[in-house]
């Protein structure tokens, strides 16, 4: 089996699918890295078990992306090839995977805004996955039903939760019992009312995402009390919008985060403000809601719950929100996520199963995932 990763967030969630092939004597996987963020993905090549790639980051062009893997199913002719997500590295390893005639497993499948330009060009990258992945292994039952929806067999999906949660369970248990995980984050030890804040998404730029973050300076600036925490995304787009924070005192803007970092920082502050997915998925299980600004999220389950709030590009939203979650406990304990509505922390054992069942080394079919109890 061959396994494709592009992105940091595909080190993250592939890693436990990795993790829990090692004890499938049966099933041996080979890691090919396109590349497209090269210097990001390194530091979570451990948790892969797999030597970090080299070089810089080549960016999402397709040819270089495609030609990685075509590389890597000729150096290790697999019997199927896996990929997480929907980035161009996942477009071309579906793409290259079929013009070897190769099967294509596709985790994190059925995930849809019902918008192709939000977000762009994610959107249109699961559909067209779609249509050529031979497993999907989605993450909920809404995922499948998408699926099904599109007219994909019922066969041929799996519902097994989301990695990411696993992946979660996995990092919490890493970080230190007392103290920061890195020494950039010792001040961050000293308590304090702190919200995370992350924005990043290109179809916001340029007025949605000046919006959003002019929305978070007024926030701060009216709440100095709080110590809004925004780690640098490498979009070059946010350099041009973000200057409004750069001038408000109760802003802290840190590097980039590896998981164990941001999994350390985000279950300190008492809520979230931003537009990823990941972190959409990762808060639940820390107990943080989360404020989306994002026109629509193909991560529905937490907003069903009120455990996250859809605020789009709307300042005076984002800024009422914000401002009632921090001033009313009331509020803010309705929104505070009792589980995880994404995932148990066992869906790389699913995936493991599936795949086994795939490639004909075995006949138990893993039972799907049907979402967690929530108590009223």
Request: charge should be positive; hydrophobic fraction near 45%; glycine fraction near 8%.
């Amino acid at each position: 089996m061959l396994v494709v990763v592009g992105t940091r967030p595909e080190a993250v969630k592939l890693a436990p699918v990795i993790r829990a092939a090692a004890g499938a004597v049966d099933l041996e996987l080979a890691v090919v890295w396109t590349g497209q963020h090269a210097g990001l993905v390194a530091p979570h090549a451990a948790a892969l078990g797999v030597r970090a790639p080299d070089g810089p980051a080549r960016g999402a062009q397709s040819d270089s992306l495609r030609e990685q893997v075509a590389a890597g199913l000729a150096k290790y002719r697999p019997h199927a090839v896996l990929s997480q997500g929907d980035t161009g590295s996942v477009v071309a390893a579906a793409e290259v995977a079929g013009e070897f005639g190769v099967p294509f497993v596709h985790l994190e499948a059925g995930l849809r805004s019902g918008s192709l330009e939000h977000p762009w060009p994610e959107e249109s990258n699961r559909v067209r996955v779609a249509r050529l992945a031979t497993l999907h292994l989605a993450p909920t039952a809404r995922a499948a039903q998408n699926l099904f929806a599109e007219d994909i067999p019922n066969r041929s999906v799996v519902v097994t939760g989301n990695t990411i949660v696993d992946a979660v369970h996995h990092t919490l248990g890493t970080l230190p019992p007392q103290g920061a995980p890195s020494d950039r984050l010792r001040l961050l030890e000293s308590p304090r009312t702190r919200v995370l804040f992350t924005h990043h998404r290109r179809e916001s730029f340029p007025r949605g995402a000046a919006a959003v973050i002019e929305a978070v300076a007024s926030f701060a600036r009216a709440a100095p009390e709080v110590e809004v925490v925004m780690p640098t995304h490498p979009n070059p787009a946010l350099d041009a919008v973000v200057e409004p924070l750069l001038g408000t005192k109760n802003v802290r803007r840190l590097p980039p985060l590896d998981h164990r970092e941001l999994l350390w920082l985000l279950r300190r502050c008492r809520f979230a403000i931003t537009d990823s997915g990941g972190i959409q998925e990762e808060a639940p299980s820390v107990g943080v809601p989360v404020l989306v600004t994002r026109r629509t999220t193909e991560r529905p389950e937490a907003l069903e719950h009120g455990w996250a709030k859809l605020v789009g590009w709307h300042p005076e939203e984002i800024e009422r929100s914000a401002k009632r979650w921090l001033r009313d406990e009331a509020a803010l304990l309705r929104a505070r996520p009792r589980c995880n509505p994404y995932g148990d922390g066992r869906a790389a054992t699913r995936c493991v199963q599936a795949l086994r069942c795939l490639l004909g080394l075995s006949l138990q079919a893993p039972a799907a995932w049907t979402g967690p109890a929530i108590a009223a």
